[in-house]
């Protein structure tokens, strides 16, 4: 693979989630970040999981907020064990270590758009470049071009929303939160175009991230 770093045209329609995590290595990719990534790759495919995947990544998602320790973690881990390439396997990436994940939320790729795959209608490339969509739902532009969120825009009803749509996965009130950024004083372009997006949006969410204050 080329250490090449990717122009931030290339990131924005890049749809190969492993290059464009790996040729932008910083600060900006959290731990927390990437489980949170990975977490939402299983939750595509959360209808072919059994209970222990779900389960697994259920904690992996409460690990990631500081909710449970990493024994907690470490139990989930073992029940999503499986024969590479079938559903709970890419659970079973997302309730590893950190020390590990940077590497394993590749298997988590690869397994999450194995599983996805439907003979007549999709293919490994296909969920592979949804993926990269939440790449940029998780980090947005941030390597190439940080955004400060100004005290101001964090009026109560801002967060009081950001807060709900972070807790509930209340994504459709997106839009929502984007008026109200805007009745706050925000004219930020990429804050307000992102809200109104069409998504994906999960967990992790840079918009929502910055305005609740997490990494």
Not at 27 to 47: E, M, P
Not at 86 to 101: E, K, W
Not at 118 to 146: I, K, M, W, Y
Not at 181 to 186: I, N, S, V, W, Y
């Amino acid at each position: 693979m080329s250490a090449r770093q990717m122009t931030e045209a290339e990131w924005n329609v890049s749809p190969e989630p492993f290059l464009m995590l790996y040729r932008q290595r910083g600060k900006w990719r959290t731990h927390r970040k990437l489980r949170l990534l990975a977490c939402a790759c299983c939750r595509r495919v959360w209808d072919k999981f059994t209970g222990f995947g779900r389960h697994g990544v259920a904690v992996a998602e409460r690990y990631a907020d500081g909710e449970v320790n990493g024994v907690a973690l470490a139990r989930a881990r073992p029940a999503c064990s499986s024969t590479t390439g079938t559903p709970d396997n890419a659970a079973h990436f997302v309730c590893v270590p950190n020390r590990d994940l940077p590497t394993c939320v590749n298997d988590v790729f690869r397994n999450a758009a194995r599983v996805a795959r439907d003979p007549t209608h999709c293919n490994d490339a296909a969920e592979l470049a949804v993926q990269a969509q939440l790449v940029r739902e998780v980090f947005g532009s941030l390597r190439f071009r940080p955004v400060m969120i100004q005290p101001t825009w964090r009026t109560e009803t801002v967060v009081a929303l950001a807060t709900g749509i972070y807790a509930e996965s209340a994504f459709d009130r997106m839009p929502i939160l984007a008026d109200a950024l805007e009745d706050a004083g925000c004219d930020h372009a990429d804050i307000l175009s992102h809200c109104r997006g069409d998504g994906p949006h999960v967990r992790g969410c840079w918009v929502v991230d910055l305005l609740l204050g997490k990494e």
